[in-house]
């Protein structure tokens, strides 16, 4: 009997501290681990991380540079005495983008060169080694010709959705190239605003009938709006034209954001998971669910905060003196994800409205979650230890 009293003190105790961590872990700020899980993505970088990746996803390499890039950017606008430091690691990324392994899957022949997918987020990126105040006169030089090549395939073109690869096409990757034409007029000077305006008012007209919201794809076929696109449209589309955005971001999270996550099909449909979306967990799309956290917080919109409070509570972040990761850094890409929308914020628009976040009773479930193991254990040994006395009193 001691031993079986022994062991569930010992289970109550795990249980207890268990409790605890998760609780901080739902009630402390999540953004202070940026720089710790930049420490570690450099350091898997270096170790081969975006050439794995490259195996695992069609633009694992591209992705794992840039967003180490981009989550730099943001840290180092938000801190001024990390600028310097970031703008090192900005220029560290870029180089890797233009290496042979950062352009290999891309199409050289396309307009722009490398298609729209490379081309925006590379521009994207320069755009913000720009603002981070440290770039030299080469470095404007080159953000500006790469802005007139998008700008000219943009007015050149009969769609306003550019191919990424020879004949197929993702309306994403066309905001976050327009994204970073408007990125260019605010850093630079006023150059390609009617080249944006043009290509809302066109983009407007060739939305998902079914939800109101910019398509998935739209060549070699077109498919509706899904959340592992929205979920990224929304965090760029603000910075193109923030009205625009609003509404579409209202529409997003009507159709597509539940309690427990984004899903990956509007509600009311189902569909199955592919190399956008990741597994499926009851229709939800963790990668999605990661990119909307960004949204919500360019949207100012407390959705964000939760989201991210969250991913502490159930990604399993180990935290040390100098690194952090998730799920014991299993996925860098996916760690690359977490920072960059952990840390985001506009780049070009100013801070948006606040939206209305509800109370902060979404916490309660995860309360009861946590707890209830530990309390129904307490409660256990506290039975039986009156037990006990009630038979020495006999």
């Given amino acids: 009997m001691r031993v079986l009293r022994k062991l569930l003190i010992g289970v109550a105790v795990i249980a207890t501290f268990v409790a605890g961590v998760g609780t901080a872990r739902l009630v402390l700020d999540p953004t202070g681990g940026v720089i710790k899980q930049l420490a570690f993505l450099r350091a898997e970088i270096e170790d081969g991380a975006d050439r794995a990746a490259q195996k695992q996803f069609p633009e694992g390499y591209f992705f794992l540079n840039v967003l180490y890039g981009l989550s730099w950017v943001q840290v180092g606008l938000d801190d001024s005495a990390q600028s310097a430091d970031a703008t090192a690691e900005v220029r560290w990324s870029l180089d890797r983008l233009a290496s042979t392994d950062g352009t290999a899957p891309f199409d050289p022949s396309l307009q722009p060169q490398y298609g729209v997918f490379y081309a925006g987020w590379t521009n994207w990126l320069r755009g913000g080694l720009i603002a981070l105040g440290h770039s030299d006169a080469a470095d404007l030089d080159t953000f500006t010709s790469e802005s007139v090549e998008l700008a000219t395939a943009f007015r050149t073109a009969k769609t306003p959705f550019l191919a990424s690869y020879p004949g197929q096409a993702w309306p994403v990757d066309s905001v976050v190239a327009i994204a970073s034409l408007r990125q260019y007029d605010a850093l630079v000077a006023p150059r390609f605003g009617q080249i944006a305006r043009n290509w809302v008012t066109t983009a407007k007209t060739k939305v998902d009938p ?185």
């Fill in 210 to 394: 079914a939800t109101g919201l910019l398509p998935h794809q739209v060549a070699p076929e077109e498919s509706g709006a899904r959340g592992s696109s929205q979920a990224m449209i929304q965090r760029f589309l603000v910075d193109i034209d923030p009205t625009f955005a609003r509404t579409q971001y209202e529409l997003f999270k009507d159709k597509f954001v539940t309690r427990v996550g984004v899903r990956e099909y509007p509600k009311g449909t189902t569909g199955n998971g592919d190399v956008d979306s990741g597994p499926l967990v009851l229709g939800m799309s963790l990668s999605a669910t990661v990119v909307a956290m960004g949204a919500a917080r360019v949207h100012n919109d407390p959705l964000g905060d939760r989201l991210g409070r969250e991913g502490e509570l159930l990604g399993l972040p180990l935290s040390g003196l100098k690194t952090k990761r998730y799920a014991f850094g299993a996925v860098p890409i996916g760690d690359a994800f977490l920072a960059w929308s952990t840390s985001a914020r506009p780049l070009v628009a100013p801070e948006q409205p606040k939206l209305d976040g509800g109370s902060g009773w979404w916490r309660l479930p995860w309360l009861l979650v946590l707890w209830l193991p530990a309390l129904l254990l307490w409660g256990v040994l506290r039975l039986r230890h009156r037990g006990r006395r009630r038979r020495r009193g006999h």
